[in-house]
């Protein structure tokens, strides 16, 4: 018997050796639940909203939103002075801002995380908001043409070398022969007369590859025997240390050069535009645009004292723990091993106290931070549920303060028990409201939900839109010609779109129709226009304009020749059932109002994305959050060269107003341009048709938890969000 | 006895790298590329470049071998790593190294684990011995019924019926989640029904085949009451099947039930695996892969070295 036991005993003692170890700490001051795990918390690779909504609590920019109005307020700085020609800011920043670690934060910080953005090196999704900056773009290619040749290898096979590679090529290996900078000895500059015959070598290889003709090429290649073996010579270990060190060098340098941002003095930051851009101050309230503690993320040697690192040599690039350059690729890679509890620093009202993978993350009152704003719970705990219905039972359950997405199945009927809360009310509620009473307040001082009523969902508007997306292409992939190249067929299929059926029957969440791009009131100033509404018999007009009609009778419409309309492909992804329930029902409004038949494509999400940048589709499901204040966070999607452009549309006069509206400096002017635009895409061209402004429900306590803001442009401050004292 | 353990222990490498091949060409053959963000903003093309690059994703036979080099230790070997076996960094949360991830996840599996096979045995040696000292009997049924029930209702359906019973409905444990005692139950309870329901009829047919045999008749004979004979005699033999059940079953519920931890919101490992493959995270698919799979050996190892302590046949013939 005691044998048997044996394994029992055995389970018991591990079981408790793991509870032991796996402790927890007590509950925070706030707690909510984040949607998703978070990403990243380095400021500069971000792009999620659940990564940003972290960033405003551990970092802090040069400005601020202010969340009710979107107006922009000072945070590190004041608002900056402007030159008389609208190009050059200067910010003063604070001097008594501190690093979470007791250092100053300086201009300096500010100058190198805009820099970690910029390089190709980070990979930042969002490097393109720099551009905006003199010199940052031909900075940005600068450095990766610089790897491009680093990287690129003619002489592997001659046959399949492109001239473009083999230019980049001779370019490097040009830089080399003359280099005064080479920084080891086994790749020492060649003797003068050997010097002489590698640049008569590679003069005649420019020609060849210039000559555009890939057999003169190779045959060029492979004669460069002397090329060859130098060439051959620098692939080694050493050598390409030696280069990727001397590249990085003369990268920083021209960084420090080209790029119009500037520390003028500890606390004088100096920021040089390419072209006035009435948006720039809005785009620096943006998570990207905050600073990181150089030491930190480059992982330096511990330092003794509490100096501003910027005033110290920064030791050689090998000391540092989280970066290196890679000898294959010459890239600076970072590692984000400082992302961590007790190793992370910020400027931020809040510090990082406690992070697990997909578990929980926790923010402390940062006691060093001093600025306009304060923090006001003392602890928030974030955790995650990666399922949707747990995460709403563990709010009903009291576990969670605030749930920012309650993103179940069963969500449109919980609004629909709000619903009927609010009817019960009505009287009460308009004659508050009549008064200025803020809406929650209202809602807390009523009599508590009867069972099948609820107060505690909000459905709020958010900075984005749902849209179906054509193929402007003139062909289609498999070669067929594309009905939808036509701008009358996109009108037709928009005009057909009853967006009230598929909001308020399909989705049932209340989100607000769109007919046009940006969402009404989300930028303040901006009227976005009128596009094409429900509008069937227009619709039947447009198609037979394009020369589709039903001409047997037959309810389907077909060409000159008889030909019906193709089948349209409608793509849509499996990732969430609202794709599905919508693509039907916009698929049954088009068969029924065009007379042309629809065929559904699920597909998982993986593939979507390969699927649109081919342009196998004729329409598909498409959504779009606005990143900063300004129209062109929407409109710029319709720029013919935007990589976002899925809809392969090109349109000449859509550029050119883009443009226009880049250069003038009015801000009224401009924004007249960009409604022109935004009309133009959206009655005449029409590359996608607008479906609804996206809502997030959150749920919560009306009267307990405070502080959020309903703004559309969706931005919740962490540090004004807190429950109310008990009464 | 230690020469079996030897042996054995020589064989893990072997088995390992066959297992890390096979996965790595399974994962590898995931379409789609693990770096492209589901939603929103595409990155520029010399972005998405830099990434492949930094994670080696522009050829097979590259990443197989640099990430063999820290997997098998090698690269900390040559001193260029801070983990003994550095699984590489998570493709789809970069802030992670699988190493961290696989440190946060499996206490938080094996504790759930453990406490659901102590669960499953208690209940299904119970239950196994009660039908099988009296078959056919009221008992007898009910305990089937309680098998059948347990191996045929899906995991969902029972972790979510606990949810609504005793964390809705009867506010007594907690809705999901992790950090107190209290979060362990009702996913143990969940994670062990199954479990329970095996080991019951495995007991229980061992156990009428042992009570019907010559030495229990004998013992019965000499007086002994027949709870004695069931206890003492009986069951020593009718557990060997179960001990040889458990060595895996052990290990897999040790390494997470993805269903489980979804329902209850527990951070462990078989979350992670599935949402590793979901986004062809194909640095966290090897690590857990590999990862379970040392679990996988070792427990069988430990049920074999067990099974040698415990029946005394065996003992003698090796």
Redesign the interface.
Known sequence: ?A??L???VL??A??GA??W??Q?PPPAEFTFVNQN??????PQ?M?YIQDLRIAHALYEGLLRWNTDTFEVEPAVADLPACSPDQRTLTFRLRTDALWSNGEPVTAHDFVYAWRRAII??T??????FFFRIEGARAFFEYR?RQ?AAFTSDPWRDPDSATPAATLLAVDRLEGLISASDLLSPSIARPPADRARRLREGLERLRQAANSGQRATLAAELRLQNELRTWHEELQGPESRRAEAMRLWNHAERRFAETVGIRAKDDHTLEVRLERPTPYFLDLLCFGVFFPVHRPTVEGWPRRGSFQPWHTAEPPPLEARRWIRL?PE?G?L?Q??GW?RPGIHVGNGPYRLERW????DLRLERNELYVGSISARAASIAV?????T???V??F??G?IDWLVDAGVEYQADMLAQKQRYIRRHREEIERRRALGEPFDAILASLPAPDPGERRNIHARPAFGLDFYSFNCRPRLPDGRENPFADPRVRRAFALAVDRRELTEQVNRLGEPPLTALVPPGSIPGYEPPEGLGFDPVRARHELAAAGWEDRTGNGLVTDAQGRPFPVVDLLYTT?IPRWKWMSLALGRQWESRLGVRVQLRPI????Y??DL?QGRFMIARG???G?YGDPTTFLELNRSTD??NDRGFVSPRIDALLDEADREVDPRERFRILRECESILMTEEVPMVPICQLVTLYMYEPGVVTGLSDHPRMTQYLWRVGREPAP | MTALIIRRLAQIPAILLVIYTMTFLLAWMI???PL?????????????Q??M??YRLESSWSFYWQYLEGASGIRRLRGRSEYIFDLG?SL?????SVN??LA??L??S??VG??A??LA??IGLVAGIIGGVRPRSVADFATLIFALLGISLPTFVIG?GL?VAF??TI?VF????????AHLILPAITLAMPFAAYIARLTRFGMIEQMESEYVRAALARGLSERQAA??HA??NA?LPV?SY?GPA?AMAMTGSFVVE????L?GIG??FV?AVLA?DITLIMGVSLTFAVILILFNLAVDV?YH??DPRIRVSA
């Open positions: 018997m044998r048997l044996a394994p029992f389970l018991l591990g079981l793991v509870a170890i796996d927890s795990e978070v990403f990243t918390l380095d690779r792009s190709p090196d990979a930042a999704d969002y490097s393109g990766a790897l890679n690729s890239r890679e590692r984000h992302a697990r993978y997909k578990r955790t995650f549920i990666a399922d219905n747990t995460a039972l563990a009903e359950s576990r990732n998982e999400t993986k593939f994305k390969e940048k959504r779009w959050y990143d990589g976002n | 379409p789609g590329n492209e963000k589901g939603e929103g903003r595409r990155p520029p093309d010399e972005i998405m830099a990434m690059e930094q960094p789809s949360h970069e802030n992670w961290e991830i946060a996840g206490p938080v094996m504790t453990l406490l096979m102590t045995c208690a979510t949810l964390a809705v506010p907690p809705v999901g989640g992790w950090g107190t005692p206890l003492r069951l020593r557990f001990l458990l052990s979804k329902v209850f919101a951070p979350t992670h949402d062809k067990l302590w415990v």
